[in-house]
Nanobody, 115 residues
Framework: QVQLVESGGGLVQAGGSLRLSCAAS????????MGWYRQAPGKQRELVAS???????NYADSVKGRFTVSRGNAGKTVSLQMNSLKPEDTAVYYC?????????WGQGTQVTVSS
């Protein structure tokens, strides 16, 4: 069993920055895919950014050039640096970690960008 704890959400003005972090804990495990998703009210959850165990990254077109995903602590943490935030980035952000082909989700953290 893997537990995920997210932190770093909050309220920020348009153009500002936030950094989200997600820490994974549990018995010995090795993560493969790690990523961040978001869900705005009335919309489906969507991929924001992901990073493989080898460090390959993938971003939604809407965040390219503004967001950066990274992993650390031997695959136990994943972070999302969000710059130049826009009101349309407002959503609940969830981290997702894949361990042995099983997906684990964080509890979600609210990001609100005011105009």
């Amino acid at each position: 069993q893997v537990q995920l704890v997210e932190s770093g959400g909050g309220l920020v003005q348009a153009g500002g920055s936030l950094r989200l972090s997600c820490a994974a804990s549990g018995r010995s495990f090795s993560t493969s895919h790690m990523g961040w998703y978001r869900q705005a009210p009335g919309k489906q959850r969507e991929l924001v950014a992901s990073i493989s165990s080898g460090g390959s990254t993938n971003y939604a077109d809407s965040v390219k050039g503004r967001f950066t995903v990274s992993r650390g602590n031997a695959g136990k943490t994943v972070s999302l640096q969000m710059n130049s935030l826009k009101p349309e980035d407002t959503a609940v952000y969830y981290c997702k970690v894949v361990v042995s082909s099983r997906a684990y989700w964080g509890q979600g953290t609210q990001v609100t960008v005011s105009s």
